[in-house]
DNA sequence: GCGCGTTCGCAATATTCTTGCGCTTGGGGC
DNA sequence: GCCCCAAGCGCAAGAATATTGCGAACGCGC
């Protein structure tokens, strides 16, 4: 199912989906060319097949009281998939973890986590994550800033031609 | 500026933008409990003050053909400001690097990247990345699979109380 | 050469967005 | 305690948008 055909204007679409979730349907058809009502046809086939999941607005973490972000790295005592999913549901229930991916190599999840500050960080580190069950080792990195983030940059629909597919 | 005064339905608003970030103000409205024309003047209070920074459509890279994720942890060889700066700049010209954080400790740089295949992204580490003048190491971590991903678990604007601000 | 399916654009209707306006509510100042 | 002011609400109307149905053009295979 996956990665079936796209022409030149559904990749624009994506792109400018990606920049501006938003953007109304007229403006978007204008934009690639082609008039609204196939436009509106268009997205809702890319919602429908799964290319675009979802629209989201971009919260900025600061604004809110969230001042530091920190990438955590964690090992885990066993690698059985019970533990692996329990990990995760765990992951889950954290408000302060916004990512949870599992990874291959020495750290097996690495976390994105923000918090209001560095003390309630903490907090949650030696109250909660350290604390949790299968937790062997955990490390962590404060963000000092970050050039490039998720939805600012969008990564490039456009050059999506050259991930060929089956 | 930042983090001057949301009420409860300021809040709401935000949560369901952030899980849905189409919804027609109409419905939004009606979820948080006022009338339409207050609704949407919030928002743009919202977006205005920054606390929204923008909408944007979550493109699942797997359906275009990005089947891998990498996290790469780069270290430079001269961390002043200048060779920072460059360095991120790079990043921004490659659209395999969606995102670029700066870390503290002795990691300088952690990115997310996502490639087509393991290949391509090889190809990109040893043609590119590591070839990049000042970076003196690099090493990478394949995600296996993630728990939570950024755009589909918003994280919890109705817990932000808890973040205090100035 | 001829259907056949796909996708387009046009037109019409339904829904939503957007603005102006009057009203209620809550909080000082006197 | 009372008045006044500011903030925020809902209502209503006009403008813009979304959404559906339908006929026409294009490309493809037979």
Redesign the interface.
């Known amino acids: 199912m996956?990665?079936a055909k796209?022409d030149e204007i559904d990749r624009m679409i994506?792109a400018e989906?990606?920049?501006?979730?938003?953007m109304t349907n007229v403006e978007l058809a204008r934009r690639v060319g082609i008039s609204a009502p196939p436009c509106l046809r268009r997205v809702r086939t890319l919602e429908e097949?799964?290319?675009?999941?979802?629209?989201?607005?971009?919260?900025?973490?600061?604004?809110?009281?969230?001042d530091v972000?920190v990438?955590v790295m964690v090992r885990l005592v066993s690698q059985s998939e019970a533990e692996l999913s329990a990990f995760?549901?765990r992951?889950?229930g954290w408000?302060?973890?916004?990512?949870?991916?599992?990874?291959?190599?020495e750290?097996d999840f690495?976390l994105?986590c923000?918090a209001?500050d560095l003390r309630?960080f903490q907090s949650f580190l030696t109250g909660e994550l350290t604390a949790a069950p299968n937790v062997a080792s955990v490390k962590t990195?404060?963000?000092?800033?970050?050039?490039?983030?998720?939805?600012?940059?969008?990564?490039?629909?456009l050059?999506?031609r050259?991930?060929?597919?089956a």
Chains 1, 2 share one sequence.
Do not use: T, W
């Not at 290319?51 to 600061?62: E, F, K, L, Q, T």
């Not at 408000?95 to 599992?102: D, Q, S």
């Open positions: 996956p990665g796209l994506l989906l990606q920049a501006d979730g938003r097949q799964g290319y675009i999941r979802g629209y989201h607005a971009d919260v900025d973490p600061r604004e809110l009281g969230f972000s990438f995760e549901a992951c889950g408000p302060l973890v916004r990512e949870c991916h599992m990874l291959n190599g750290v690495i994105k923000v209001p309630s990195s404060l963000v000092i800033r970050n050039a490039k983030a998720e939805p600012g940059v969008p990564f490039d629909v050059e999506a050259l991930a060929r597919k």
